[in-house]
């Protein structure tokens, strides 16, 4: 900020920011702002447009049903047809399920409602429905003591 110049913003630097969308003044802010909202609605636009461009914007949808046994969470996909199934590459992780669509990238994801062991996973296709098999994880409520160090 120079010495003339009470202003601290330099309201020209911002003018060649935005490539002459700002209106014309003597250095001072605009009364009428309204362009600034036109302005980032088609910026916004032009971004997610062009990022989207070309990518297949429908996610997995497979109805899915999960239920639990005592020791094991099996969860059931509706998968109809056979080539959908066989490009269908199912994740598991501790908490969730992911179905990734191998010809696309979509995936769908469904939330367990308790932990598992990953590794136990048993999966079959049959008769258009996909289905898990996962062993739930042993997570025991005991309480450990702590052992504290005590630096002095």
Same mark, same amino acid.
């Given at each position: 900020?120079?010495?003339?110049?009470?202003?601290?913003?330099?309201w020209?630097?911002?003018?060649?920011l935005?490539?002459?969308?700002?209106p014309?003044?003597?250095?001072?802010?605009?009364?009428?702002?309204?362009?600034?909202?036109?302005?980032?609605?088609?910026?916004?636009?032009?971004?997610?447009? /062009?990022? $989207?461009?070309? %990518?297949?914007?429908?996610?997995?949808?497979?109805? +899915?049903?999960?239920?639990?046994? *005592?020791?094991? =969470?099996?969860?059931?996909?509706?998968v109809?047809?056979?080539?959908?199934a066989?490009?269908i590459?199912?994740?598991? /992780?501790? $908490?969730?399920? %992911?179905?990734?669509?191998?010809?696309?990238?979509? +995936?769908?994801?469904?939330?367990? *409602?308790?932990? =598992?062991?990953?590794?136990?996973?048993?999966?079959?296709?049959?008769?258009?429905i996909?289905?898990?098999?996962?062993?739930?994880?042993?997570?025991?409520?005991?309480?450990?003591?702590?052992?504290?160090?005590?630096?002095?």
């Open positions: 900020m120079d010495k003339d110049n009470k202003d601290p913003f330099n020209n630097q911002f003018h060649e935005f490539r002459g969308h700002f014309s003044g003597n250095g001072q802010p605009p009364v009428d702002t309204g362009w600034i909202q036109n302005y980032v609605q088609d910026t916004l636009q032009r971004a997610f447009t /062009s990022s $989207t461009a070309g %990518k297949p914007s429908a996610k997995l949808t497979f109805p +899915s049903e999960v239920f639990e046994t *005592h020791n094991n =969470v099996v969860v059931k996909i509706s109809p047809d056979l080539p959908t066989k490009n590459q199912p994740h598991v /992780s501790a $908490t969730r399920v %992911k179905l990734e669509n191998g010809a696309d990238g979509n +995936s769908q994801y469904i939330p367990l *409602h308790s932990h =598992v062991v990953p590794q136990s996973c048993k999966a079959v296709y049959k008769n258009g996909l289905q898990l098999h996962l062993k739930k994880a042993k997570i025991s409520d005991t309480y450990y003591e702590a052992r504290v160090r005590f630096l002095e």
